[in-house]
């Protein structure tokens, strides 16, 4: 049974969507390290996919830094009803945990 083309196409453009938003989640990211020196971090499309098992929104990602060495991200998500988590990931694209974030004015 031969390939239907319109299936074939609307899969092509789907992945070929899908890879264009991966590699520019996996983009690089500047910070200033404590001695003014720029590093150069990269989140791979495995950390991505992983924080984007929470909510479809990335804002912000942190690497996490232990006493030796880089031991994971921290991803600012965001869900579709308007929610915002915390997730830690590691550098594998191991999914370590989600938090949810909640903004509150407390009263004293």
Known sequence: MPHDPVRVADTRAWLSMAG??????AHELLADT???HPARLTITAQGLAAALTVGPTVTEAW????????EGWR???????GR???VTI???????GS???VLAHVEV
């Open 20 to 25: 264009t938003d991966l590699r520019a989640g």
């Open 34 to 36: 404590p001695e003014g």
């Open 63 to 70: 690497i996490v830094s232990g006493p030796a060495r880089e």
């Open 75 to 81: 991803c600012l998500v965001g869900d579709r009803l």
């Open 84 to 86: 915002t988590f915390v």
């Open 90 to 96: 590691g550098l594998d694209g191991t999914l370590f």
């Open 99 to 101: 938090r949810r974030r």
